[in-house]
């Protein structure tokens, strides 16, 4: 079974009399972007998910599909990229706009996740909407694409998704975690090329083995 490395070498060639072929370079910028990218919106989503998780009882959290609606329900009200940039490829017609070709477009995701039309009461933290539900965001329900979909979803999108339940899961079960000070939990929004908190989250965690 190959990686995205491997394919991506599958590939490599001058860059220059190859022009089907990808440089060095270009593999290695590619690759840095990616990594450096996914990096961002991952520590941003484990952010939110940690702050929001306080909200409820530690024995629902353990359960893994409580833990998957969490992960939902922090990607739906805190997007980690709340516009998603596309470039049309033809002339085309939308709500009454006339969009030519190249033009840019701008997915808003944060506020398709806010429809009232598709969400009941979408300005609350509310993971239990998705415990009986197949909604998710893996591209095939359009109310909900904070990765995109189609040909041209976050090809990030399964790494990221492992990768936040996996560390999110492993922080809740290892440790208890208050807040630095006595201080309300600030959850207001930095917009952004991500969807970052406004005032990080500080915070204390102690191993619960000591404890």
Do not use: C
Request: aromatic share 10%; hydrophobic share 40%.
């Amino acid at each position: 079974m190959k990686d995205l490395l491997d394919k991506l070498l599958d590939f490599e060639g001058n860059g220059t009399y190859e022009q089907e072929k990808l440089s060095e370079h270009t593999i290695s910028v590619f690759l840095l972007d990616m990594f450096l990218a996914g990096a961002e919106t991952e520590t941003t989503t484990i952010e939110w998910a940690l702050a929001t998780s306080s909200r409820f009882d530690e024995n629902d959290i353990d359960n893994v599909p409580f833990l998957q609606a969490i992960v939902k329900e922090t990607i739906r009200m805190h997007p980690p990229g709340p516009l998603i940039p596309r470039k049309a490829s033809k002339d085309t017609s939308f709500m009454g706009y006339d969009i030519p070709t190249s033009t840019n477009v701008m997915i808003n995701v944060w506020a398709i996740a806010k429809d009232p039309e598709y969400w009941s009461d979408p300005f609350s933290f509310k993971p239990e909407r998705f415990l009986d539900s197949n909604v998710d965001y893996k591209g095939q329900y359009f109310n909900f694409i904070p990765f995109g979909s189609g040909s041209r979803i976050s090809p990030g999108l399964p790494l990221a998704h492992r990768l936040v339940h996996l560390i999110l899961g492993s922080l809740i079960h290892e440790f208890d975690w208050e807040l630095e000070d006595s201080l309300p939990l600030d959850m207001s929004e930095k917009m952004g090329l991500t969807v970052r908190k406004l005032e990080p989250v500080r915070v204390i965690p102690t191993n619960k083995s000591f404890n």
